[in-house]
């Protein structure tokens, strides 16, 4: 095996460790019935993708293990609306589900869920230069954060300081991932 910086072996499988080619795709939650499945959380609000996935990668805390997935299931429920859930090859039995809760569930990025017109992976977005309507740097994109109202840009700005700006139309523009730059149309919510 070639050595690359950004893969290591886990569990005799190789897992990619680059967070621009697997994403966090769901949460597992609360076991479900006697035979190990667990209900999922899906990130994006959508579910269809996760019917291709095979393999997964179970992160809880600091420990990852590569998991078969064994089977899903779509439920429709009145009382909760649909539901997705998940059972892992060597998981057969609701202690054994239990001991998975809480684990992130990632996945190659073809797995994630697709994009429709205007929209982004935060992956994607994480490190573009935050650029005024002249093309003059005012910082880097650290994260997106979820915020009361809505999705928050965290902007590195040139001191090093972070600063929060809506992730709205009003306040961003054109977003230019294969250049690296995202236009901010209101630099004063930097200050």
């Excluded at 795709?25 to 667990?38: I, N, Q, R, T």
Aim: avoid cysteine; proline fraction near 4%.
């Amino acid at each position: 095996m070639t050595q690359e910086t950004d893969k290591q072996e886990i569990d005799g499988s190789v897992k990619d460790t680059d967070p621009k080619k697997n994403f966090v795709l769901g949460a597992v939650g609360a076991p479900f019935g006697l035979k190990g499945f667990v209900k999922v959380k899906s990130f994006s609000g959508e579910s269809f993708h996760f019917s291709r996935l095979k393999k997964v990668t179970l992160r809880l805390g600091e420990k990852e293990t590569i998991r078969d997935v064994a089977e899903i299931l779509f439920q429709a429920a009145a009382s909760t609306g649909n539901s997705l859930l998940m059972r892992f090859a060597g998981i057969d039995s609701p202690e054994a589900a239990s001991s998975l809760k809480g684990a992130e569930i990632i996945a190659g990025r073809e797995y994630a869920a697709p994009l429709k017109k205007g929209e982004y992976y935060v992956e994607d977005l994480k490190g573009l230069d935050v650029v005024n309507p002249e093309g003059k740097l005012l910082g880097k994109i650290a994260n997106i954060v979820e915020g009361g109202g809505g999705e928050l840009v965290e902007v590195i700005i040139p001191s090093g300081e972070a600063k929060l700006a809506p992730f709205r139309n009003e306040f961003f523009g054109d977003v230019d991932i294969t250049g690296g730059s995202i236009v901010l149309l209101e630099p004063w919510i930097l200050e």
